[in-house]
C-alpha cells in the first residue's frame, strides 16, 4: 500500500500522540534521588529545636471551628484523597518541610490568577491594581501557623472541586512514587497535583477561610482532619469571623504535637529563605523586631534643669531598643530575569528553576538568560529540565504543563499560552517578560501578534543554541545521552512540524547502528566513517534495537560493510520522510526492495537477478503458488547470507510498525477495513537461494514436481512441502519485523514438520532430522530464529520460556 506524504503527515500527529501515552516511564529515579538529598541536607541545616510551648486544651481556634461546625455541611473526600492522605500521615515523615513550599506556591499560584483576571477582565492596564501579597503568621498560644494570600480565593464548588478531590490522574502515580513501596521522598509531593495535603504532614487539622473575587462572594471556611470528610461554613461577615477584605485565602494549620517547631518564626523564615526569593509577591512572616530608637533622656534633662541657666538648650535624646511585632517581607530582590546575567550565581539559577516550575526534584541541564533589543524588547531565561516533567510523560503535549511564563512588564500573564514555543519545544521551561505587548493580552491577541512571532523565533534559536552547547560537550556526554533519552522524541516531531528549523534539528539526532550498537550515533557520525565513495546513508526501521540487528534487511548491507542506522520507534518512521537527504547523502531505507550500492551498476545488479530467478525458477514459483494472497511476488536474490528469506517492501510500501499501528487504530476506531487490512502484508519475498534450507525445499520441490508445479496435488509429500514453504514465509515476515497472522498455523506447521522429519530415518531430501527439544533462553526477542548449518526453530510460549527444535 503506497502511503503518501500527505497520509504520512496525516498520520503523524495521532502516531505522535499515541507515541506520547505511556511511551515514556515515569522518570528515572537518580538524578531525582540526588536531588532530594542534597535538598534534604540543605533544609535540615536549618532546623532549629523546637522551642517549649505551655500545655494546651483546647485551642481558640479549635473551639471556635467547632461552633462553626454545627451549622456547616459535611462532605465526604472522594477515595483518592483518602489514599493520598493516608501515605501523607502514615508513611512520610522525613522532610516535612516541604508542607511551607507547597502551600505558599498555591498562595502565589492564587495572586497570580488574580491578577491576570483582573487584567484580563477589564481595559486597566495593571498599572492601579493592588498588589497581592501572603503574609504568615505563627500563634504561639493557639499553636497554629497561618498562611494567607490576597488571591483569587474559592467559591464552594470551587472548594469541592479543589480540596475534597484530585482532579488529575496523578494519584496512581503519587501512590508509586511516594507510599506503598515507594521511594517516600516528599519532596515530589509538587509533582502531583496533591501539594494542598501536604499541610497534613505537620497539622492535625487544617482550617481554610476563603472568598472568592467573585461578586457578591459569601466567606467560607473548610475544615478537616484528616478523617474521610470535610465540613464548609458560610460565614457571617462578623467580627468573630476575621473578615478577609476583597478576596483571598487564609489557611490555618493546627499544628501537630510533634510539629511545633514551626511555630518560631525564624524557622518559617530559613524556610522562606531559600525559595520565596523568587516569587514575585511580596511574603512577609511576622515576627517580633527590634529597633533601636531616639528618645528624649529625661533623667539627663533632669540634671541639665538642676543648672542654674536661662539659656534655651537643645533636649537631651538616648537610644533605647524598642520592639515591635509585625510583618516583615521575605523577598526584596528583584526578578532573577531582570538582573545581569554576570550578577546571577549558577545557584540562584537553579533554585530560581526549582521554584518557578515547581522542580525541587530536578536540576536543570542547561539554562540561557538572554534580553532582545531594538525591534522589540524582551528579557527571558530558558532551561532544559534534567527530568522528563511528570504530566509530560503521560502526554507528550500535555495541555496543562506550564512550560513559558510570560510576564508583560514584570505582570505575570500565564503560563500556558501555546503560541510561545512551538510544541516540539513543550519540554522547555522559561520565563519571558516582554515590554512590547499589552497587559491585558489574550490568547487571540497573542496568535496575530508580531512580537510574538518575533519571540517565538528566538526562543527557538536560544533552544537549538543550548541543545547544540550540550551535545557539543565532549567533556561531559553523558549529558547529551539524559537529553536524548528524554527529550529525543521532541526533537523527532521538530523534523516533522518544523520545516524551518528542520535542517538545525536533523544533526542533533541520535541513533543506534550497526557499528554502535550501544551507543548513540549521529548522522555526522555516519558520514565521518563511511566507506570510500559510500554515498548513501543506510537504516532500518524496526520495532526495537534487538529486531533491528536481527533484521535480514539490515544484514543485506551490513554484510558489505556498511553501517546501517536502527530506527526503532514508530515516530523515526514518519521523520525520515521529512529527511530524504543528510548533507550530500541519501537515505536509503534497506528494507525496501531494489537497494542498490554504490560500489555496484544497477543494470548488472538487474541481470544478476534475472539469472538467480531463471536458474531457480522451479522452487520461485512453487513458492508464488503457495504464498499465493500473502506476497506481491517472490524474488531470488544474492545479497542475503544469514538469513534463507527478507520480507520486503516496494518503494512506497508501509513498514511493518506502521502497518500495526494502522491495524491497531483501525480495531481502536471500530473500523472493520478488511480491505485496507488484506493489502498490508503484500511484501515481496526474497529468497537467498544458497541458504540450506532453501536449497532443501528446492530439492523437495523438484523431487516432487519434476521441472512443473501442479496446483491440484495434495498428497503427503506436497503437505510438508507446503508447509515448509509457508514456514520459510513466516520466518522472513517474523525476521523482518511482521506478525504471523496466525501462530496456532504456524505452531502447528512447526510441530507437522518436527513430526514428519523425526520419523523419516534419514533424509533424502536433507531436511530437519533428529528433532531434539530442548530450553533456551538465549533468544529473548525472536520468536524464530534460524541459523546457517545448525538449523534452530525455536516457538517461545506465554511463559517466554523457548522450545527449540535443532538439526545438525
Ligand atoms: N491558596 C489558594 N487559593 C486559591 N485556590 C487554592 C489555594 N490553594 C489551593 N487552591 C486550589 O486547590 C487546588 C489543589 O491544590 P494542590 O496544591 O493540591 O494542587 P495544585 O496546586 O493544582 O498542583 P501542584 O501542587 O502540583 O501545583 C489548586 O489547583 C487550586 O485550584
Known sequence: ????????????????????????????????????????????????????????????????????????????????????????????????????????????????KKRFLSISGSDSDGSDLARPSIKIKADMDARTVTIEDSGVG???????????????????????????????????????????????????RVTV????????????????????????????????????????????????????????????????????????????????????????????????????????????????????????????????????????????????????????????????????????????????PGMLPFELSRDMFDEDSRNI?????????????????????????????????????????LQKSKVLSIINKRLVRKSLDMIRDIAADTEDESKYIMFWNNFGKYLKVGVIEDAKNKDDIVPLLRFFSSRSEDEYTSFDEYVANMKENQKQIYYVTADGKAKAQKSPAAEKVRSRGYEVLYLTEPLDEIMIESVTKYKDYKLVDVSKEGLNFDDEDKEERKKKEEELNNEHRVVKEYLEMVLAG??????????????????????????????????????ASGGSDASMMGSFNQAVLEVNPKHPIVQDLERM???????????????????????????????????????????????????????????????ANGGIMDAEVEKDDGLMNDSVAVVEKEVDIAVVDDSDDVITAKSA
Not at 509531593?189 to 497534613?200: D, H, L
Not at 522547555?428 to 505587548?437: E, F, K, N, Y
Not at 517472490?634 to 512506497?652: G, H, I
Open 701 to 763: 520441490v523438484v523431487g516432487l514436481r519434476g521441472e512443473g508445479v501442479d496446483e491440484d496435488d495434495t498428497d503427503g509429500d506436497d503437505d510438508d512441502a507446503k508447509n515448509f514453504a509457508i514456514l520459510l514465509y513466516d520466518v522472513a515476515a517474523l525476521t523482518s519485523g511482521y506478525e504471523i497472522e496466525d501462530s496456532g498455523d504456524f505452531a502447528g506447521r512447526i510441530l507437522s514438520i518436527m513430526k514428519s522429519k523425526a520419523s523419516s530415518s534419514s533424509g
Open 209 to 384: 477561610v476563603t472568598r472568592s473575587m467573585q461578586p457578591n462572594s459569601k466567606q467560607l471556611r473548610w475544615t478537616s482532619d484528616a478523617s474521610d470528610s470535610y465540613t464548609i461554613t458560610e460565614e457571617d461577615d462578623d467580627e468573630d469571623s476575621d473578615p478577609i477584605e476583597g478576596s483571598g485565602t487564609r489557611l490555618i494549620l493546627q499544628l501537630k504535637d510533634d510539629a511545633l517547631e514551626y511555630l518560631e518564626p525564624s524557622k518559617l523564615e530559613s524556610l522562606l529563605e531559600h525559595y520565596s526569593e523568587f516569587i514575585e509577591f511580596p511574603i512577609s512572616v511576622w515576627k517580633e523586631k527590634t529597633e533601636y530608637v531616639k528618645v528624649p533622656d529625661e533623667d539627663a534633662e533632669k540634671e541639665d534643669s538642676d543648672e542654674d541657666s536661662d539659656e534655651p538648650k537643645e533636649p537631651k535624646m538616648k537610644t533605647v531598643p524598642k520592639t515591635t511585632e509585625g510583618y516583615e517581607q521575605m523577598n526584596t530582590n528583584k526578578p532573577i530575569w531582570l538582573r545581569s546575567p554576570s550578577d546571577v550565581t549558577p545557584d540562584e539559577y537553579r533554585d530560581f528553576y526549582q521554584s518557578a516550575f515547581r522542580a525541587s526534584y530536578d536540576e536543570p541541564l542547561a539554562h540561557t538568560h538572554f534580553s532582545l533589543e531594538g525591534q522589540i524588547e524582551c528579557k527571558s531565561i530558558l532551561y532544559i
Open 405 to 445: 511564563r510570560l510576564y508583560v512588564k514584570r505582570v505575570f500573564i500565564n503560563d500556558k499560552f501555546e503560541d510561545i514555543v512551538p510544541r516540539w519545544l513543550k519540554f522547555i521551561r522559561g520565563v519571558v517578560d516582554s515590554q512590547d505587548l499589552p497587559l491585558n493580552v489574550s490568547r487571540e491577541i
Open 630 to 667: 500473502k506476497v506481491q511476488r517472490v524474488k531470488m536474490t544474492d545479497l542475503l547470507s544469514e538469513n534463507p528469506a527478507a520480507l520486503v517492501q516496494s518503494a512506497y510500501g508501509m513498514s511493518p510498525t506502521m502497518q500495526r499501528y494502522m491495524k491497531a487504530q483501525n480495531v
Open 154 to 204: 474559592m467559591t464552594k464548588s470551587e472548594l469541592q472541586n479543589n480540596l475534597g478531590r484530585i482532579a488529575q490522574s496523578g494519584t496512581k502515580k503519587f501512590v508509586e512514587a511516594l507510599g506503598e513501596g515507594g521511594t517516600g521522598d516528599v519532596n515530589l509531593i509538587g509533582q502531583f497535583g496533591v501539594g494542598f495535603y501536604s499541610a497534613y504532614l505537620v497539622a492535625d
Open 1 to 112: 500500500m503506497k502511503l503518501t506524504r500527505a497520509a504520512t503527515f496525516l498520520l503523524a500527529s495521532s502516531a505522535i500522540a499515541a507515541v506520547g501515552v505511556g511511551a515514556f516511564l515515569f522518570p528515572s529515579a537518580p538524578s531525582s534521588s540526588s536531588a532530594s538529598i542534597r535538598r534534604t541536607t540543605r533544609t535540615s541545616r536549618t532546623t532549629a529545636s523546637a522551642p517549649s510551648f505551655r500545655p494546651l486544651a483546647m485551642s481558640a481556634v479549635e473551639e471556635a471551628t467547632e461552633k462553626k461546625e454545627e451549622k456547616g455541611e459535611t462532605f465526604e473526600f472522594q477515595a483518592d484523597v483518602g489514599r493520598v492522605m493516608d501515605i501523607i500521615i502514615n508513611s512520610l515523615y522525613s522532610n516535612r518541610d516541604v508542607f511551607l513550599r507547597e502551600l505558599v506556591s498555591n498562595a502565589a499560584d492564587a495572586c497570580d
